[in-house]
């Protein structure tokens, strides 16, 4: 019997390993084993809050593949699509301790990895049917040219099925040969959504507009129905054919780490309105699980379930 879901992802999982103390990676003696992945963050959270979701990817036949697949699992998503690769392995990475809330020092192992391998045999268009709504990220497709071939693939399908998407451009420059390929690749992606979600900067590189209300437009008038743009502390803005707003953010009193927070909103965001919650009240729960997110250290640690949410 096929499962039934409220949301399914795709994309890298990580291992991830952050330091227990401040300083360079060369001179870190001790790290704590965690779980990285935009996709995943959202998964978790979303599963959190008691939607029913799956997630799908490729691990390497290795520890941290078994690692990934168990704490996900752990979390209530759906693994049942995650393959085991027999040749290439699993992706990690060294995260440093953030020191006063500034954005933490990062490096990456990915190249060549499971999930880089990715590709259309992997998509099963039952268990996407059984969907409601698909949450993709420009991180998935920038990989490898087969995890941007399921990009468009997955949005194309879930689009002529009449289900909801949500596109996180999560720019990663690094992953591109040039600025110019990542913004005309990301946009073709993003004008197949329903709903995008860029940070203010991604969306001046994404639009070359500085305004988030000329951002906003920019997607509208190319079939998008939705855009909300991340402000930072100052919260979001939203904008749609009948209406637009900010949303203020909510004040933090000491930023641990700011890393998992565009993940954060990205549940709040997808979750109200996939309850039916107005746009007003959607993004006011983004920027509350955003806040949420970046009280503690770890990438998905500090996403809400149901109760803390209230």
């Known amino acids: 019997m096929q499962i039934q879901l409220d949301v399914v992802t795709y994309g890298e999982a990580l291992a991830l390993f952050v330091a227990d103390e401040a300083g360079d990676f060369a001179d870190v003696e001790k790290y704590t084993r965690r779980l990285a992945g935009a996709e995943t963050n959202v998964a978790i959270g979303l599963a959190r809050l008691g939607l029913k979701v799956g997630w799908v990817s490729r691990v390497g036949n290795d520890s941290f593949g078994r690692f990934i697949r168990k704490r996900v699992a752990q979390e209530g998503v759906d693994v049942s699509h995650v393959a085991t690769d027999p040749e290439f392995r699993t992706a990690i990475q060294l995260k440093a301790k953030a020191v006063d809330g500034a954005d933490p020092a990062i490096e990456y192992y990915r190249k060549g990895s499971a999930a880089s391998h990715l590709s259309q045999a992997d998509f099963d268009e039952a268990y996407f049917r059984s969907a409601r709504h698909l949450h993709a990220t420009g991180i998935a497709a920038a990989l490898s040219p087969s995890t941007m071939a399921f990009a468009h693939h997955a949005l194309d399908f879930m689009r002529a099925n009449g289900k909801t998407i949500s596109f996180d451009p999560n720019l990663r420059p690094m992953l ?30 994404l639009t070359g ?14 079939g998008v129905s939705q855009v909300v743009i991340k402000l930072g502390a100052e919260g979001a803005y939203f904008r749609n054919a009948g209406a637009e707003g900010v949303v203020a953010g909510v004040p933090v009193e000491k930023v641990i780490d700011t890393v998992g927070a565009g993940d954060g909103f990205a549940v709040g965001v997808i979750s109200g309105l996939l309850e039916g919650l107005t746009m007003t009240d959607a993004v006011a729960r983004g920027n509350r699980i955003g806040a949420f997110a970046i009280q503690v250290v770890g990438d998905m ?6 109760a803390q949410l209230g």
């Open 176 to 205: 591109w040969p040039s600025q110019e390929a990542m913004v005309h690749k990301l946009n073709e992606l993003a004008f197949k959504a329903d709903w995008v979600l860029p940070g203010v900067s991604e969306g001046k590189i």
């Open 209 to 222: 507009y500085s305004e988030p209300r000329d951002i906003a437009a920019f997607y509208l008038e190319r």
């Open 301 to 306: 640690e500090g996403l809400p379930t149901r």
